[in-house]
């Protein structure tokens, strides 16, 4: 049984009138989805974040699979997921980001400065480009450039980069730019533009953080399909993208950032983008650092 609204359309209610058993499930996940997108420490998410962390709340045997490579179809669709949402009402939706928009000119290297007034006066040794401009707000409400010392932007709204920025760049000697992409074929070909639109700037490396089809499969993210790329730019695929990943996206099949839960994909980018750490201290590296260091011995005059 059904009730007609005004504009034709009907949403399943009980016989009591109270909302249908499936929309009140679809709630439910959704707020599981909430807590376990901002765990830990208070994560901001986006909305697209919010729906892959729902698919992952009603698909029971994911954890079990996990092992398994594979891009799966998505547990639940994206028009459903948002008519849900909008019952539940966003504003009810602790730590979800508003909808990023294209900013209204391109963005000031200053708004990025960490504590240190003149740094990028000197150099800027990494910037991090996103193609998804909602990505892009979601690490910097997470502090990421600040935490990795790296600027965070939106690949659509900063290239061609500032002057001011190439700049910073350039004097770093050394200086890396990271891509954070889909894997679509829009995304896998974005670092190749990026180096294009950078234009000949010594000493600059452009890095891809990914996503590539492989990065997916293993991950197990949920895959959707669009239209195949026409004509197929199997000549513009990078070097490194082996030809089951070239098949896959020339099907039309792409797989999100946003499908990386929020915490790994915060961490992996705070650890690619920083470099590897530097070994932790312990006693007896420090009792044989001394021994060289002549450990109770004066100094030299």
Not at 49 to 62: D, G, H, I, K, N
Not at 102 to 117: I, K, V
Not at 235 to 251: I, S, Y
């Amino acid at each position: 049984m059904s009730t007609s609204t005004s504009t034709g359309t009907s949403k399943p209610r009980s016989p009591s009138g109270a909302p249908a058993i499936g929309d009140r499930l679809l709630d439910l996940a959704i707020g599981a989805a909430c807590v376990r997108a901002a765990d830990p420490g208070g994560l901001r998410f986006t909305e697209r974040q919010l729906y892959y962390e729902t698919c992952r709340v009603l698909s029971p045997a994911a954890p079990l699979l996990r092992r398994v490579p594979g891009t799966p179809a998505p547990t639940l669709r994206l028009p459903s997921f948002t008519r849900a949402l909008d019952a539940r009402g966003r504003a009810t939706v602790p730590g979800l980001l508003p909808a990023a928009t294209a900013p209204a000119h391109q963005p000031d290297l200053a708004q990025y400065r960490p504590s240190e007034p003149d740094l990028y006066d000197y150099g800027l040794p990494r910037l991090l480009l996103c193609q998804d401009r909602s990505i892009a707000a979601m690490l910097l409400a997470n502090h990421v450039h600040l935490e990795a010392a790296c600027p965070v932007l939106a690949a659509p709204d900063a290239l061609p980069l500032p002057p001011r920025l190439l700049a910073a760049l350039e004097r770093a000697d050394g200086a890396t730019v990271h891509v954070l992409h889909d894997a679509s074929p829009e995304g896998v070909t974005l670092p190749a533009r990026v180096r294009a639109a950078l234009g000949p700037v010594p000493g600059v490396r452009v890095s891809s953080l990914g996503l590539v089809p492989r990065h997916a499969a293993a991950l197990r993210l949920p895959s959707g399909r669009g239209p195949a790329p026409t004509p197929a730019p199997g000549a513009d695929w990078p070097a490194a993208l082996r030809p089951r990943e070239a098949a896959w996206l020339e099907r039309g099949r792409f797989a999100q950032v946003a499908a990386v839960p929020p915490a790994r994909l915060v961490r992996t980018v705070l650890r690619l983008t920083r470099g590897p750490r530097p070994p932790r201290g312990s006693m007896w590296g420090e009792l044989s650092g001394l021994r060289t260091a002549g450990f109770m011995t004066w100094p030299a005059a």
